[in-house]
């Protein structure tokens, strides 16, 4: 795809923004202690990522480490790579599938294994019927096989919870994004909140103002939700999520991919038109496999699929330099202008989001089947 002059120095303005915000900020922040942990790019290059303690707490009396199961069940990660990787094999979209079941389960009442629960009418509503959830997540089947094999080699040993952390991250691995060292110690929660997913969870309408709020609500922050949105490089959506596109909503008018792509926005109207809205489209069409940077080049060509993901590459008309909305946009020229900047922020983020802490004081429990609580609970 080529790009005009006007594109490449948005990207490089951008990139230059996001450089001297991060260099304002080291030379403010604390001295704190940080350890330094390795992750592979998909290039094979390796950059390295900083996460406050040896342990990071996570709420209820939870505390995250490295190196969890080492004694306890030395072959836990093993066994789950394993099993993703024949998963994506039999079936590439479900490594967007295990990534977004870890996001849409520690958006609601943090990092809990709560999106796992079944729905046991009328004593008990779970998160999986929740409007954003509702024919949407899926995976549960390989969540399943994983478990069960799990509880086989170390019973009652590996939670539900760190599960999801653990498979989201060999998601990425298998699609050729940046690996990571997964902080374990989670508990599985004995309730879930439908409530909860109906609030917390964002939109694919969403604005950047209702997109930043809702991760504030949850304790992450902008570039957060502009690093973990670089998710949606892989994955499908349906029709459903993405009609606004289709009259080429999310794009703000002189905003950088403003002069939409029409090839892109009739070939979607071509595959919705006469499918009642369950046909499903590449959220990444150039490169809908891979785990990489194609996401942000879409965006700055407007060829961005949900409407929630182009208005990530509109700086609204005015927009202040410093505020939400002037460095959303500025991170997504960044993004796509450096591949190995946006591998390292997601997995900062994803360290991050996979320290959400579960509220209520409960300490959980370490489910045998992720489906429901333990009997004896």
Sequence with gaps: MAYSTTTV??????????????????????AAHVNTSCVTGSAGATVSIGYGGARASAGAGVSLGSGVYQATCP?????????????????????????????????????DGSVLLDDKPPFFVGEKTAVPNANSIRGFEVIDTIKAELERECPETVSCADLLAIAARDSVVVSGGPSWE??????????????????????????????????RNVGLSAKDMVALSGAHTIGKARCTSFSAR???????????????????????????????????????????????????????????????????????????????????????????????????????????????????????????NCRVVNSSS
């Design 75 to 111: 072959r836990a990660e093993e066994i789950v790579r394993a099993a993703v990787e024949r998963a994506v094999a039999a079936d590439p979209r479900m490594a967007a599938s295990l990534l977004r079941l870890h996001f849409h389960d520690c958006f609601v009442n943090g990092c």
């Design 246 to 368: 289709l009259s080429g909503a999310g794009v703000s008018a002189g905003a950088v991919g403003a002069s939409k792509d029409l090839t892109f926005l009739q070939s979607l109207q071509q595959l919705c038109s006469g499918s009642s809205g369950s046909a499903l489209a590449h959220l990444d069409l150039a490169t809908p496999a891979t785990f990489d940077n194609q996401y942000y080049i879409n965006l700055l060509s407007g060829d961005g699929l949900l409407p929630s993901d182009q208005a990530l590459a509109a700086s609204p008309a005015g927009a202040v330099p410093g505020t939400d909305d002037d460095d959303v946009a500025s991170l997504v020229a960044a993004y796509a202008f450096d591949a190995s900047v946006f591998l390292q922020d997601f997995a900062e983020s994803m360290l991050r989001m996979g320290r959400l802490a579960p509220g209520g004081g409960d300490d959980g429990e370490v489910r045998v």
């Design 182 to 215: 997964v902080e374990a110690g989670r508990k599985d929660s004995r309730t879930a909140s439908l409530q909860g997913a109906n609030t917390n969870l964002p939109a694919p309408t969403s604005g950047v103002a209702t997109l930043v709020q809702k991760f």
């Design 9 to 30: 120095a948005l990207q490089v303005v951008g990139l230059l923004l996001v450089l001297t915000a991060a260099a304002a900020s080291a030379t403010t922040g604390s």
